[in-house]
């Protein structure tokens, strides 16, 4: 079995890596070739922590595994990331345990690379304005990914708590844009593009803040009840996702289709649009909005480049087991 430790990840896998596996694996899932296994996500009762499993099998590539871990919420005053995560990939043909692989970076950077991938191929080719609302640990590996799709020429970010906008302000200065700190309403109507990554409960954007033509892509809901824009928002636009069933169930789509405004017939899966079987956006008018859940096989698919690439330069630690 072979263990590759997360403080090794930074060098094995770069964001572009990561983004082309997800973009492969996603193109593989709306081919049905690949699938996710129902999600298991709990409140264990103690320091209220939630701890969640996620798998799946992508059957072209032979890749089977799951992702642990979950969010403690206590562990930023341990100097410790509140997301924690491990990978196990095993043997898809004898079901032995082939890897174990620290998840944490790997976890920000599939992230990263989900909303990138909607940028890519929903938002305007001509959106200079990018729009961030959350400014918490994922924040800035959103930012940096989604800077590689498009010319943006400026950031404008709102945060709950505004003075960790700072973080946002830093990547945006090491790009040489310009950052702006924004109410909610001139961050509608400015941005052509808006990443939301936040842990609110509670819509933050209302429908009329947002523009025609604005591409969202909205990360942070990635459990039930947890909610970033106005419902309404998801009834005016076309609703993509990684998979509809984790978007119905514990991603921001829930609030629509729960509320009768969106069905789940019309929410359609990113990969049909990777793989050219649905056009993706069809007007410059139309608001597109990526509802990223974060499935397994994202996962599954960035630590398979980083096993891959640690028994290629010698990094991997290889046990009995
Ligand atoms: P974090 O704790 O570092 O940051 C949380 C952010 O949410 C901060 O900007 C905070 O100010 C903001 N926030 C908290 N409560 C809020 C409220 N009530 N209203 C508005 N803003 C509020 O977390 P993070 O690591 O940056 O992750 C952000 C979110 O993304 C989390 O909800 C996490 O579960 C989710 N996430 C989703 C995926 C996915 O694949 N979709 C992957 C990783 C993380």
Not at 42 to 64: C, F, M, N, Q
Not at 70 to 83: D, E, I, M, V, Y
Not at 88 to 109: P, Q, S, W
């Amino acid at each position: 079995m072979i263990i590759v430790p997360e403080r090794e990840i930074a060098r094995l896998v770069s964001a572009v890596d990561c983004f082309a596996a997800v973009e492969r694996v996603f193109a593989s899932m709306a081919k049905k070739s690949a699938s996710n296994l129902p999600v298991v996500r709990e409140a264990i009762g103690h320091v209220d922590a939630i701890y969640g499993v996620k798998s799946g099998i992508d059957r072209g590539g032979l890749v089977l595994g799951l992702k642990s871990g979950g969010f403690w919420p206590n562990n930023a005053s341990r100097g410790l990331t509140n997301h924690q995560s491990t990978i196990m990939l095993f043997n898809a043909d004898t079901g032995e345990c082939r890897a174990v692989v620290g998840a944490n970076l790997l976890t920000a950077l599939r992230t990263a690379a989900a909303s990138a991938i909607s940028i890519k191929y929903l938002s305007r080719p001509d959106s200079k304005v990018l729009g961030i609302v959350g400014a918490g640990h994922q924040s800035t590996f959103q930012l940096k990914a989604a800077l590689q799709q498009r010319a943006f020429e400026k950031v404008v970010g709102w945060n709950i708590v505004p003075q960790d906008l700072v973080r946002l302000e830093a990547v945006a200065a090491e790009h040489g844009l310009p950052f702006e700190r924004v109410d909610l309403d001139t961050l509608g109507a400015q941005a052509d593009v808006i990443i939301t990554i936040t842990s609110s409960f509670d819509p933050i954007l209302r429908a009329g803040q947002v523009r025609p033509g604005t591409h969202l892509a909205c990360m942070g809901t990635d459990t039930k009840g947890k909610q970033e824009v106005d419902a309404r928002l998801l009834a005016n636009a076309t609703v993509f996702t990684d998979e509809i069933a984790q978007a119905v169930t514990i991603g921001e789509t829930q609030h629509a289709v729960a509320e009768g405004l969106v069905d789940a017939s019309a929410i359609i899966e990113i990969g049909a649009v990777i793989n050219g079987d649905h056009p993706g956006r069809v007007s410059a008018e139309e608001i597109t909005l990526f509802d990223g859940t974060g499935v397994a096989l994202q996962d599954l698919a960035v630590a398979s480049v980083a096993v891959e690439r640690a028994v290629a330069t010698g990094v991997a630690t290889t046990v009995d087991f």
